[in-house]
């Protein structure tokens, strides 16, 4: 079994909100329009597809100015919601959890400075899961040739010139 993603970018869908269900199942059909023209090692993987696929509204989270107040503190999806271009999503999580419960298990966290260890633990992970948000944002333009740089226009359209 091979299970693969499919990206559809909707560049001016960004920052508009979005009508839809964020995950719903869709004939195959649905998919495979974006694809017209690919080459046939493309084709072929899609058209081994099931009869339905399953569809992601990638949703990102920006840059939030803060993760948490007092006692409470959120971490993964919640503080970083990312597009899927560098894989990392999962990866911050994880290093969310683990920076976190190191923090409160450390012998200078008591009940009453948890929020001072809230914010060391905000102060390390938001400014750096903020940069991978912008990273995976940069790295996906690039892949689809709609970074700033391309103008429209692909890498062989510009050797032409
Ligand atoms: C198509 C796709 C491909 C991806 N590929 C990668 C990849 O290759 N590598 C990578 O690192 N990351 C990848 N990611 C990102 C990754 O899935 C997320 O970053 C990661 O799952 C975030 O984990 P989380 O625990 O913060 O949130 P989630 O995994 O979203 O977990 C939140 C949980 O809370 C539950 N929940 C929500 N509301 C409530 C409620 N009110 N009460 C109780 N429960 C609730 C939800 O059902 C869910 O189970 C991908 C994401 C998508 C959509």
């Not at 299970?3 to 995950?23: A, C």
Request: proline share 6%.
């Amino acid at each position: 079994m091979i299970n693969f993603l499919t990206f559809y970018t909707v560049p001016d869908g960004e920052g508009m909100p979005f009508p839809g269900k964020w995950v719903k199942d869709a004939p195959k059909e649905e998919a495979l329009v974006h694809y017209v023209g690919w080459e046939p090692d493309v084709q072929e993987i899609l058209q081994a597809l099931e009869p339905t696929v399953l569809c992601w509204a990638v949703h990102v989270m920006g840059s939030i100015p803060f993760a948490g107040h007092e006692h409470v503190t959120i971490i993964g999806d919640a503080m970083h919601a990312m597009t899927l271009h560098v894989s990392a999503g999962t990866g911050q999580a994880m290093e969310d959890a683990c920076m976190l419960g190191h923090l409160l298990v450390h012998d200078l966290t008591m009940r009453d400075t948890v929020p001072a260890t809230m914010q060391i633990y905000e102060d390390r992970r938001l400014a750096f899961a903020n940069a991978v948000i912008a990273a995976a944002c940069k790295t996906g333009l690039m892949y689809e040739f709609n970074g700033p740089e391309y103008n429209g226009m692909l890498p062989m359209d510009a050797d032409a010139l």
